[in-house]
């Protein structure tokens, strides 16, 4: 009976025990899994930056006034990623409102822009 030698996926060194078995221990498992899953990570890691940046550039600007009409270049300026967002809610008038979390804008006639901050919801008493 033939006997086929196999290698380990992660370092290459032959792989002993079950006719199924690709890594020589739980340590390459995870480094070739950590290898193939990291382009996917990498992107996920850079939307959320845009994200968590772009919040703070609205948090920044509007501050503790609620709501607060600057022109659409300033946020340009600032760094901030037009493209990115993370919900959009559209109100009765049918004008949409595009949030980074709990901080938003809307954009409005003379490449000015309108931010604003979601109101906390109450939760109700226990």
Not at 46 to 70: F, H, P, S
Not at 84 to 99: L, M, R, S, V
Not at 105 to 117: N, Q
């Amino acid at each position: 009976m033939e006997t086929l030698t196999r290698h380990c996926l992660a370092c290459g060194k032959t792989v002993k025990g079950r006719i199924d078995k690709k890594f020589c221990d739980d340590y390459c498992r995870n480094v070739y899994n950590n290898r193939t899953k990291s382009d996917d990570n990498a992107l996920i890691r850079e939307v959320i930056q845009i994200l968590k940046k772009n919040r703070r550039i609205l948090a920044a600007l509007i501050g503790e006034e609620g709501m607060l009409k600057i022109p659409r270049t300033k946020l340009l300026n600032s760094g901030f990623r037009f493209n990115y967002h993370t919900h959009i809610y559209t109100n009765q008038k049918g004008d949409n409102y595009y949030f980074c979390f709990e901080y938003g804008y809307l954009l409005i006639a003379g490449d000015w822009c309108l931010l604003v901050k979601r109101k906390e919801e109450k939760s109700p008493a226990s």
